[in-house]
């Protein structure tokens, strides 16, 4: 993996260009902001928590992460965040209450003793309980027919542009400069491969090193470096509600088993202001229906299991598009072909935030390489 050389005798400021104002580069851009002699610029094209960010279920687990490794990778960032959180000195609205999940049907049942076998032996705090146990969690379900229920008590919830605000906030109080409204359009090379500017229409910012952490639009600026970083297309859709009674007395975020086979499964949590989201299957499946109709279907599947909730307002929410490496790990680190060009790009950003922050932070400031990332680096899709 490349490195950046840096003379720490230079009295020169680092400057780093953090590209995208998401969760990613807003916790890289506090992280970085933390150390002396550097001078961080976020450029964002839209608003701070415009991608998937702000269209995020903002579910912080490890529940369905492979292999082993990214299992661990995200458990450790779950670890950390409620020290993540306690730096940031606000109310993220963070919530640990853990997740709760039943099934319905033997087929279904099997999947997830399997599932809970394996995260028991990675270490995973996740058990069966009854359906009895079930109730006494959330007292508001009418769960029906129950065959293998299980709770996951590390699992959270968070308010994805809480987050984004509180580090861009704190990062300006260290001197962070953050532009809106500023696409960067393309990386300026010189003769060795080195990126010596990012162009925007504000006109050239020269820097030492840029971070992409432009999500799903890290592909195409990563070309113009001649970096190759390919993605699949994973469209996904969280709906809300207009604000509740407290319907969620303990859990963070309850999967709800298909009702039959044109109802499938959904998954759905409370925020603080009472709001609920609900997005069908599970976190990773793909959805690009934001109609009022589809909302409405959502919504009906979660009063079935939630009676009170009859009467809420479903809010149908654009599409958002989640970061999705082509084999679904993250990617992070330099780049052989652009030596100074720093990659932030995966899904589950928003429970891996606080980790990749402070690794980040590790490689572009301190040089190290960190053994945890070598899955993870951009050089595997190389072509040649
Ligand atoms: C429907 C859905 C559900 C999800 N559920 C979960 C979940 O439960 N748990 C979980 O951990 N993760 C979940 N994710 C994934 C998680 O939200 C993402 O991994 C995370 O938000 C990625 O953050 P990011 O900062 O990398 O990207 P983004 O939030 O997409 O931010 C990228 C930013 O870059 C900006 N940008 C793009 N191009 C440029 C440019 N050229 N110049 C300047 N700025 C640019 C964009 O405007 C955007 O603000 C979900 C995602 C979706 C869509």
């Known amino acids: 993996m490349a490195t950046i050389d840096r003379d720490y ?10 590209v995208g104002a998401g969760i990613v580069g807003a916790s890289i851009a506090y992280h970085l902001s933390r150390r002396k002699d550097i001078a961080v ?9 415009a991608g998937a960010s702000g269209h995020s279920f903002a579910w912080l687990n490890s529940f369905g992460k492979d292999p082993v490794s990214y299992h661990h990778f995200n458990r450790r960032s779950m670890d950390i965040w409620g020290r993540f959180a306690h730096k940031l000195g606000t109310d993220l609205n963070l919530h640990w209450g853990g997740e709760l999940r039943w099934e ?14 394996q995260l028991q032996a990675w270490g995973y705090p996740i058990c069966i309980i009854s359906s009895d146990e079930l109730c006494e969690l959330e007292p508001g379900l009418s769960p029906g027919p129950v065959t293998t229920a299980s709770f996951s008590e590390i699992d959270g919830r968070v308010d994805t542009l809480k987050v984004i605000e509180a580090c861009l906030q704190r990062a300006r109080e260290s001197g962070t400069v953050v532009h809106t409204h500023t696409p960067v359009t393309e990386l300026c090379i010189n003769g060795r491969g080195k990126i010596e500017a990012v162009n925007t229409p504000r006109g050239e910012i020269s820097c030492d090193v840029v971070v992409l952490a432009n999500g799903v639009a890290v592909t195409v600026l990563a070309a113009t470096a001649g970096v190759y970083i390919p993605q699949q297309n994973s469209p996904g859709v969280v709906v809300r509600t207009d604000p509740q009674p407290r319907i969620l007395q303990n859990v963070s975020v309850l999967h709800l088993p298909p009702i039959d086979k044109d109802r499938h499964e959904i998954h759905l949590r409370q925020s603080a202001d009472g709001t609920l ?7 990773e499946s793909v959805d690009q229906d934001d109609s009022q109709e589809h909302a409405d279907d959502l919504l009906s599947r979660a009063v079935h299991y939630l009676p009170t909730l009859a009467g809420a307002q479903a809010i149908p929410t654009p599409v958002g598009y989640r970061p999705m490496p082509i084999d679904e790990l993250p990617v992070i680190g330099f780049c052989a072909a652009a030596p100074n060009l720093y990659i932030a790009l995966m899904h589950s950003g928003v429970t891996l935030a606080p980790l990749v922050g402070e690794l980040a932070t590790l490689e572009i400031v301190d040089g190290a390489r960190v053994e945890m990332l070598a899955p993870y680096r951009p050089e595997r899709f190389r072509t040649e």
């Open 9 to 18: 005798s230079d009295a020169q400021k680092l400057k780093i260009a953090v």
């Open 41 to 49: 610029t976020v450029l964002e094209r839209d608003e701070p928590g």
């Open 104 to 117: 319905n049907t033997p087929e279904r049942a099997g999947a997830l003793h399997q599932r809970i076998k």
């Open 277 to 283: 989201a609900i997005g069908q299957g599970s976190q």
